[in-house]
């Protein structure tokens, strides 16, 4: 057996195996660091005008939120959507250029209103709902959102896992009812700390306890699935 | 080059890809066939002791649900827990020899019921909770769970997809938010139609509408996890 016919059987192979491992095969994974996994409740950012508007005076800040520079305020708005009202609803600080209401798919139903998975931020076409305070009223004609579930974390954290900012990755969450989540928003900032935000829906359907944590097993692949 | 030098060549690439596959690589994944996937609302299903007790009188079927045999019935109840009182709960029948409660951890948040995950009928140690009509009340001492997600399948279905009665697969399930559900049950028998169950909470993280489809794409792993 000669070299190139040795050269054709080897390069068969590689085919094969290759198209076995399907096109994902060739982008390394990263690797498997644990990452906190929290639940963000329903909650509102409010614009300074709104914040006026319901409380006549600035945010009022009670406790630091795990992303440096991140507060929840005194404040406590009522939703009131269509079909129903919530109340008791956490304003988070500091203020924002748009208010914006981050709700679960459950909230949306109870609410009756039809919001779409968002990051936070891209609020174009989204739809309104009716903030209430003690005092105030505020008709928000845009900014309700379910927020996409994201990882936040620093350029030295997305180096170290091989990801990129705005990448989509599959994360496998380990609660009682694993599951692996795919679609999760890479979000890297010098100011992030590095955790996954994930809404209760999907906190309850991963059977979520604080002491669970999210490993970053692939990249979207082309066939919308992630391969470890 | 000879034949012996050529054998260990192939030995070796065969090693290194069979350790790139990891330990699953050799466990045959069944096919990628489309599973309908239907959401399970909270509901009850009731002793025809407890149907008395609370209606005065056997259950009144009203429409069949897509296992056969099964239907929802014109009796609804009020379930009361410690934290919080849920109304117009579905009754499922027909009547069973114990009564079981099945919500989601949302609903289990708001009873303040502490559920645990369990399959259909297996309710050895599970919270009571107290269920009332317009003209009855009835205090189960256990019988209230999450189900654990699963799908119905006849031998035929099982033998087709390569599974077996009460193996736990993976599923994929395609929705708005798409990602792969571990620890789903396999449940065999002759009556069953073929049909994925989840619960509300796992259907809004998934971004369910009546089009989603699952697909087994492996069985749980040595690591937990499935492999595509």
């Known amino acids: 057996m000669n070299e190139n016919a040795i050269r054709d059987i080897l390069e068969d192979i590689v085919i094969h195996v290759m198209s076995q491992l399907g096109p994902q095969a060739a982008v390394p994974c990263p690797e498997g660091e644990p990452i906190a996994v929290e639940l963000s409740a329903r909650h509102v950012h409010l ?6 508007a319901l409380f006549g005076a600035p945010l009022t800040p009670v406790r630091d939120l795990s992303q440096p520079g991140q507060f929840l305020c005194r404040e406590r708005v009522r939703l009131i959507g269509p079909k129903g009202v919530m109340d008791n609803i956490a304003v988070l600080g500091p203020a924002r250029g748009s208010s914006q209401v981050e709700i679960s798919r459950t909230d949306a139903r109870i609410l009756g209103v039809d919001a779409p998975v968002r990051q936070s931020g891209d609020i174009d076409g ?17 900014g309700v959102i379910v927020a996409a579930r994201h990882i936040h974390m620093t ?10 900012d705005n990448e989509r990755v599959c994360v496998r ?3 009682e009812r694993p599951l692996v989540l795919e679609d999760v928003v ?3 900032h010098e100011n ?5 935000h994930i809404d209760f829906d999907e906190g309850n359907s991963a ?3 604080s002491a669970v944590t999210g490993t970053i097993i692939g990249r979207k692949g082309e066939h919308g699935l992630c391969r470890p």
Chains 1, 2 share one sequence.
């Open 186 to 188: 890479v979000r890297v």
């Open 173 to 175: 969450v380990g609660g």
């Open 47 to 52: 614009s300074e005008a709104d914040a006026l």
């Open 207 to 209: 059977g979520w306890s």
């Open 155 to 164: 350029p030295s954290d997305a180096h170290r896992l091989g990801v990129r």
């Open 192 to 196: 992030f700390r590095l955790s996954m």
């Open 126 to 142: 989204t739809p309104g709902i009716i903030l209430a305070s003690q005092t105030g009223i505020v008709g928000l004609e845009r």
